[in-house]
């Protein structure tokens, strides 16, 4: 078991994005990077790394023309702190090390540990920095980008606290950018990122530079996945908890996960029957939100641009998904269909005034999909593509429903992650936001229950 201060193996990876892909692309470190990735994902970047170099050789000195921005969601960039004298990083999110001991508490924002109080001797940590996007879930589509020609950056940036505020920090960042032309693939929360960040530079000079917009599984509508994390009860949160040997669901939601104001900003808007940015709304036992930040993100939706013709949509669909929600009492009752990508309903992936094509896909597996890759490619060089289906369809499927109580006894069963091999544990991470099996089992309906729109 690692403790607090230890360097862990998670720690030692932690490579810099341009050393990691450099030593991809010429077999260095093979061991190392191969034990880390697991052979077939390590044999697949390797590849793809020398795609890229092979591209940057053939274009020499001439800079690509358009330079896209590629926009992590939620969770999809690493946080830690650096240590002194050129240690390694002892990064936080994500070392399952640190997660076993017990220190994801220390992602809480400083908001909400602002009230708690602390020994006098005592001093608090080093704030959280931004260390690189997830390799497993954006490092291959970077380098396909990079190997049909483009100029790709991956914005990593602190996805817990305001959207706006990240969107503010991008949009200087674009300003400041000489290429000719930019575009932004967003996925996930990255999606709202971009348009967060086109608030405030669509206003500026330049602006017109943005050719491109792309949303891949974005919740422009919001998704319920957000309200099972407020409540204790969505599948990651349950899945880290599992093999935290010191915190349940419940004191993880309360202790970090409740002060993330990007949670609230991705609440689905009100509707006739339930509005979650109301603390009335929610049950009043169980893991609850912070009201004073349901009041902070209520607006958010409104304060982002607007889809104009740069604006494309790429959907999940055929997973199972939490695509309605309904207040039961002490808890809050879900319907599961097939019509979404296992995190975001297909009808809040889509935006008015933007294009949409969509596809047979898992939420974590757009930005992974070879399918999707070469799609954003068509796009990003002639604004259309034939490989994705056009428009969403709305087809749901058999419907199931789970409650808070079903989830959280599913999914409150402790692991012992050091009795798992290395390939248990790398596929225990990848599959962390995978549907529970209480997605699939089927209930009697309840005509009261309202799709989310």
Not at 181 to 202: I, P, Q, T
Request: proline share 5%; aromatic share 6%; with cysteine.
């Amino acid at each position: 078991m690692i403790l607090a201060g230890e360097v862990s193996v998670y720690d030692r990876m932690c490579w810099p994005e341009a050393e990691l892909e450099r030593a991809l692309a010429l077999g260095a470190h093979r061991r190392e990077l191969a034990a880390y990735l697991g052979g077939y994902e390590y044999t697949t970047l390797a590849a793809l790394a020398r795609g890229s170099q092979a591209a940057r050789r053939r274009r020499g000195a001439a800079r690509a023309r358009l330079k896209v921005y590629l926009l992590p969601g939620i969770l999809g960039s690493q946080l830690g702190r650096t240590r002194a004298h050129g240690a390694p990083p002892d990064l936080l999110w994500i070392d399952p090390s640190d997660i076993v001991s017990g220190r994801l508490t220390e992602l809480r924002w400083p908001r909400a540990a602002a009230g708690q109080s602390r020994p006098r001797a005592a001093r608090p940590p080093p704030p959280l920095q931004p260390m690189g996007a997830i390799v497993y879930s954006y490092l291959a589509l970077k380098l396909r980008l990079s190997a049909a020609g483009f100029d790709v950056v991956l914005h990593d940036y602190d996805w817990r606290g305001d959207v706006l505020a990240q969107g503010r920090a991008l949009a200087a960042r674009l300003a400041a950018d000489d290429a000719a032309e930019l575009a932004l693939v967003g996925h996930s929360m990255g999606a709202l990122l971009a348009r967060a960040a086109l608030a405030h530079y669509g206003r500026s000079a330049g602006a017109e530079r943005i050719t491109r917009v792309i949303g891949l599984g974005a919740p422009h509508g919001g998704s319920i996945a957000a309200v099972q994390a407020l409540r204790a009860s969505y599948p990651i949160v349950g899945r880290l908890a599992a093999i935290d040997r010191r915190h349940d669901a419940q004191a993880l939601t309360r202790l970090a996960f409740r002060g993330f104001l990007s949670l609230y900003q991705l609440l689905p808007a009100p509707g006739a029957a339930l509005d979650l940015f109301d603390a009335d709304s929610w049950p009043a036992s169980g893991a609850r939100p912070d009201p004073a930040l349901l009041r902070t993100a209520r607006g958010f939706a409104g304060q982002l641009a607007a889809a104009d013709q740069r604006f494309v949509s790429i959907v999940g669909t055929g997973q199972r998904t939490v695509t309605g929600i309904e207040r039961r009492g002490a808890q809050f009752r879900y319907r599961v269909s097939s019509a979404g990508d296992g995190t975001v309903a297909s009808a809040c992936a889509t935006l008015a005034g933007a294009r949409s094509y969509s596809l047979r896909c898992d939420h974590g597996e757009l930005p992974r999909s070879e399918q999707v890759a070469a799609a954003l490619i068509d796009l990003l060089r002639q604004g259309s593509t034939r490989r994705l289906r056009a428009g969403v369809s709305g087809r749901h499927g058999r419907s199931s429903y789970v409650t808070d109580a079903l989830l959280s006894r599913e999914l409150g069963r402790k692991i012992d992650w050091y009795g798992l091999s290395t390939g248990e544990r790398r596929q225990y991470l990848n599959r962390l936001n995978d549907p529970p099996r209480c997605y699939r089992a089927i209930l009697r309906p309840s005509r009261r229950l309202k799709n989310v729109r």
